[in-house]
Protein backbone atom coordinates (compact mmCIF):
# COMPACT_ATOMS: atom_id res chain seq x y z
CA UNK A 1 0.00 0.00 0.00
CA UNK A 2 1.38 3.17 -0.87
CA UNK A 3 1.59 5.99 1.39
CA UNK A 4 -1.44 7.67 0.25
CA UNK A 5 -3.37 4.81 0.66
CA UNK A 6 -2.24 4.11 4.04
CA UNK A 7 -2.98 8.05 4.93
CA UNK A 8 -6.79 7.15 3.27
CA UNK A 9 -7.09 4.22 5.46
CA UNK A 10 -6.56 6.07 8.71
CA UNK A 11 -8.67 8.58 8.11
CA UNK A 12 -11.77 5.96 7.22
CA UNK A 13 -10.23 3.76 10.39
CA UNK A 14 -8.73 5.92 12.60
CA UNK A 15 -7.05 4.21 15.76
CA UNK A 16 -9.39 6.39 18.27
CA UNK A 17 -7.51 5.71 21.45
CA UNK A 18 -4.56 6.51 20.12
CA UNK A 19 -5.93 10.30 18.77
CA UNK A 20 -7.41 10.45 21.78
CA UNK A 21 -4.85 10.14 24.06
CA UNK A 22 -2.75 12.42 21.62
CA UNK A 23 -5.08 15.52 21.71
CA UNK A 24 -5.65 14.94 25.45
CA UNK A 25 -2.29 15.50 25.83
CA UNK A 26 -1.82 18.40 23.80
CA UNK A 27 -4.88 19.76 25.72
CA UNK A 28 -3.49 19.57 29.00
CA UNK A 29 0.16 21.13 28.04
CA UNK A 30 -2.06 24.13 26.13
CA UNK A 31 -3.96 24.27 29.98
CA UNK A 32 -0.49 23.83 31.39
CA UNK A 33 0.98 26.48 29.22
CA UNK A 34 -1.78 28.91 29.76
CA UNK A 35 -1.83 28.48 33.91
CA UNK A 36 1.96 29.38 33.86
CA UNK A 37 1.26 32.78 31.81
CA UNK A 38 -1.12 33.41 34.40
CA UNK A 39 0.62 33.06 37.54
CA UNK A 40 3.53 34.79 35.98
CA UNK A 41 1.39 37.40 34.57
CA UNK A 42 -0.48 38.41 38.32
CA UNK A 43 2.83 37.64 40.40
CA UNK A 44 5.93 37.74 38.51
CA UNK A 45 5.56 40.79 35.63
CA UNK A 46 3.76 41.73 32.67
CA UNK A 47 4.21 43.75 29.44
CA UNK A 48 1.41 46.62 29.45
CA UNK A 49 0.44 49.43 26.79
CA UNK A 50 0.16 52.63 29.14
CA UNK A 51 -1.40 55.56 27.37
CA UNK A 52 -2.72 59.05 28.40
CA UNK A 53 -1.82 62.86 29.20
CA UNK A 54 -1.24 62.43 33.12
CA UNK A 55 2.37 61.17 33.09
CA UNK A 56 3.66 63.36 30.21
CA UNK A 57 6.70 64.02 29.40
CA UNK A 58 8.03 60.81 31.36
CA UNK A 59 5.12 58.58 28.95
CA UNK A 60 4.14 60.07 25.52
CA UNK A 61 0.22 60.27 25.64
CA UNK A 62 -0.02 57.71 22.15
CA UNK A 63 0.92 54.86 24.09
CA UNK A 64 4.07 52.87 25.20
CA UNK A 65 4.73 49.40 26.05
CA UNK A 66 6.36 48.89 28.84
CA UNK A 67 7.74 46.75 31.61
CA UNK A 68 5.52 46.37 35.03
CA UNK A 69 6.99 44.09 37.69
CA UNK A 70 4.37 42.59 40.08
CA UNK A 71 7.15 40.68 42.60
CA UNK A 72 7.35 43.70 44.72
CA UNK A 73 6.29 44.64 48.49
CA UNK A 74 5.10 47.88 48.85
CA UNK A 75 7.12 48.41 52.24
CA UNK A 76 10.08 48.87 49.99
CA UNK A 77 8.98 51.36 47.60
CA UNK A 78 10.93 54.53 47.24
CA UNK A 79 9.79 58.10 46.28
CA UNK A 80 10.20 58.38 42.74
CA UNK A 81 9.40 55.04 41.62
CA UNK A 82 6.57 54.96 38.62
CA UNK A 83 3.76 52.54 40.16
CA UNK A 84 0.87 50.93 38.82
CA UNK A 85 -2.39 50.10 41.16
CA UNK A 86 -6.29 49.94 41.15
CA UNK A 87 -7.93 53.42 40.72
CA UNK A 88 -10.13 54.29 43.65
CA UNK A 89 -12.08 56.05 41.23
CA UNK A 90 -12.89 53.30 38.87
CA UNK A 91 -11.93 50.03 40.40
CA UNK A 92 -11.72 48.08 36.71
CA UNK A 93 -9.09 50.42 35.52
CA UNK A 94 -5.18 50.26 36.39
CA UNK A 95 -3.42 53.51 37.12
CA UNK A 96 0.63 54.76 36.65
CA UNK A 97 1.09 57.43 38.36
CA UNK A 98 4.87 58.54 40.56
CA UNK A 99 4.44 58.14 44.06
CA UNK A 100 5.57 61.11 45.92
CA UNK A 101 4.85 60.40 49.75
CA UNK A 102 5.75 57.82 52.15
CA UNK A 103 3.62 57.13 55.36
CA UNK A 104 4.61 59.56 57.21
CA UNK A 105 5.37 62.11 54.82
CA UNK A 106 3.85 65.75 55.24
CA UNK A 107 2.86 66.41 51.74
CA UNK A 108 1.85 69.75 49.85
CA UNK A 109 -2.18 68.73 48.95
CA UNK A 110 -1.51 70.82 45.56
CA UNK A 111 1.57 72.64 44.64
CA UNK A 112 -0.09 74.07 41.34
CA UNK A 113 -2.76 75.53 43.92
CA UNK A 114 -5.16 74.45 41.17
CA UNK A 115 -8.11 72.29 43.67
CA UNK A 116 -6.68 73.66 46.89
CA UNK A 117 -4.80 76.28 48.46
CA UNK A 118 -0.96 75.71 47.93
CA UNK A 119 -0.38 76.18 52.03
CA UNK A 120 -2.51 73.21 52.73
CA UNK A 121 -0.28 70.13 53.91
CA UNK A 122 -1.38 66.57 54.63
CA UNK A 123 0.48 63.70 56.71
CA UNK A 124 0.49 60.32 54.99
CA UNK A 125 -1.64 57.71 56.87
CA UNK A 126 0.53 54.45 57.81
CA UNK A 127 -0.37 51.81 55.01
CA UNK A 128 -0.57 54.65 52.39
CA UNK A 129 0.95 56.68 49.97
CA UNK A 130 0.54 60.08 47.99
CA UNK A 131 0.86 59.33 44.37
CA UNK A 132 1.04 62.05 41.49
CA UNK A 133 0.78 62.15 37.39
CA UNK A 134 3.80 63.99 36.02
CA UNK A 135 1.60 66.46 33.95
CA UNK A 136 -0.24 67.71 37.13
CA UNK A 137 -2.80 69.46 35.21
CA UNK A 138 -3.88 66.65 33.18
CA UNK A 139 -3.76 63.95 36.18
CA UNK A 140 -6.27 62.66 38.47
CA UNK A 141 -4.66 61.53 40.97
CA UNK A 142 -4.05 61.55 45.29
CA UNK A 143 -4.95 65.62 45.00
CA UNK A 144 -8.65 64.30 43.74
CA UNK A 145 -8.76 60.90 46.20
CA UNK A 146 -6.55 61.43 48.71
CA UNK A 147 -4.12 59.15 50.32
CA UNK A 148 -3.61 56.04 48.25
CA UNK A 149 -4.08 52.62 50.19
CA UNK A 150 -1.21 50.53 49.36
CA UNK A 151 -3.19 47.30 49.25
CA UNK A 152 -4.72 48.82 45.51
CA UNK A 153 -0.50 48.84 44.80
CA UNK A 154 0.05 46.07 41.98
CA UNK A 155 3.37 46.49 40.95
CA UNK A 156 6.23 49.31 39.62
CA UNK A 157 7.11 50.13 36.14
CA UNK A 158 10.53 48.93 35.49
CA UNK A 159 11.44 49.68 31.79
CA UNK A 160 10.10 51.01 28.08
CA UNK A 161 10.65 48.83 25.38
CA UNK A 162 8.20 50.18 22.79
CA UNK A 163 9.17 52.74 20.69
CA UNK A 164 11.82 51.00 20.25
CA UNK A 165 14.16 54.65 19.83
CA UNK A 166 12.86 55.20 23.75
CA UNK A 167 13.51 52.16 25.24
CA UNK A 168 15.38 51.84 28.74
CA UNK A 169 14.93 51.71 32.39
CA UNK A 170 13.06 54.24 34.37
CA UNK A 171 15.26 55.61 36.22
CA UNK A 172 14.19 57.21 39.52
CA UNK A 173 15.30 60.95 39.46
CA UNK A 174 13.50 62.22 42.79
CA UNK A 175 15.17 64.43 45.07
CA UNK A 176 13.78 64.21 48.41
CA UNK A 177 14.70 67.40 50.71
CA UNK A 178 14.64 66.87 54.18
CA UNK A 179 14.82 70.01 56.96
Known amino acids: MNRLGRLWHGLQHPDW ?6 WGYRGLMFVNCTCAVHLFADHVGFIHVVSGP ?3 PTMSVN ?15 KRGDLVTFVSP ?3 RRAVCKRLIGLPGDVICVDPTGQLAPSTEHVV ?12 AEL ?30 WFRNNFTYIDE
Not at 63 to 77: A, D, M, S, Y
Not at 124 to 135: A, E, I, L, M, Q
Open 17 to 22: PAVGKK
Open 54 to 56: SMV
Open 63 to 77: GECVVEQRWIKPEHL
Open 89 to 91: LDP
Open 124 to 135: VPKGHVWVSGDN
Open 139 to 168: SRDSRHYGPLSMALIKGKLVARIWPWRDRG
